[in-house]
């Protein structure tokens, strides 16, 4: 479902901003344009693999950190460790949506809204949830309370 939300809004993202896009005060110059699509397109490249270490860091933390309490429901457990690391996964992407956003309304082209706003897309599509990841999570979480 938070998936679902996520790329919904990734949708409505340049429909939304095509209408405040309109409303332009005063465009950047052309050189700051250059400079701050720059600094967007690096972020980009640089926030994609630091999601998937995040993401790795976070699921074997899920996987290894103790409760701080007997285990009642593992199931539940495990779904709330594993819906944090989708959540900060899924908040990454719409951060890296959102710089499309904000360079179209600075008066940069139609291009970089679409390009990063497809970049998260694929980002979302990357770092959805797994069911694979979330039985790993049940798994560890079992075996961790077998040996308490």
Known sequence: MLT??????????????????DYKPTPLPLEDLIVWRTVCYISVILLLPLTNLLRY???????TMPALAPIIDIDALAKQRYLCTVSVSL???????????????????????????????LGVFLYRPKLDEYHAIVHALTLMEKTR
């Open 57 to 63: 860091v976070f699921l074997r933390l899920n996987q």
């Open 91 to 121: 908040g990454v992407m719409m951060i890296i949506g959102s710089f499309g956003a904000i360079m179209y309304i600075l008066g940069d082209s139609v291009n970089t809204l679409y390009i990063l706003t497809l970049v998260a897309g």
């Open 4 to 21: 679902g939300l996520g790329v919904a809004l990734l949708c409505a993202l340049p429909f939304l901003t095509h209408l405040t896009g």
